[in-house]
């Protein structure tokens, strides 16, 4: 599978970059993310880890919470791309996936990439059926 003509060089680069800033000293799997908003604004996001493990936060996350605390609203977002050096293009993790169900629109697309270029892309929807959401906390 090649680079997809939807990934935009300059996505492609921001998420190199955000990946290059990971601060990974545990695991040394450095993941980067680029957030695209409607205005083609991007919001870099890396993989942070903590000793205590816990509080550590992945790279989506975190280009979602940039995104949030720079003015962004909810569904307002056109794309996401994820890389990592990995054989594989690799997933968001299900704690990813649940923040991405919350904030982005279900059919947003999601590119996961990996170094050599192998592209996968899904939607938000396609990568967490059947979600927990606002829906459940309402008694009505």
């Known amino acids: 599978m090649g680079m997809s003509s939807e990934v935009l060089p300059q996505w492609l680069q921001a998420a190199r ?3 290059d800033n990971a ?9 980067g993310a680029v957030l695209i908003d409607q205005k083609g604004g ?8 903590n000793a205590a493990y816990g509080p550590t ?4 996350r975190t280009a ?8 962004h609203k909810t569904n307002g977002f056109r794309a996401m791309v994820i890389i990592a050096d990995t054989d594989e293009p690799v997933p968001p993790c299900g704690t990813c ?7 982005c629109a279900p059919n947003m697309p999601v590119y996961m990439i990996n170094l050599a270029g192998a592209v996968n892309k899904t939607t938000v929807k396609e990568l967490l ?3 927990f959401s606002a ?4 008694k009505d």
């Open 129 to 131: 059926p059947g979600a």
């Open 97 to 103: 996936r649940q923040v991405m169900y919350e904030l």
């Open 17 to 19: 970059i955000a990946r």
């Open 135 to 138: 829906k459940q906390l309402s």
């Open 42 to 49: 991007l919001h870099l996001g890396c993989n942070v880890e």
């Open 23 to 31: 601060y990974a000293p545990y695991s040394n799997f450095k993941v």
């Open 57 to 60: 936060n992945c790279a989506e």
């Open 64 to 71: 979602l919470f940039r995104a949030m605390a720079d003015g």
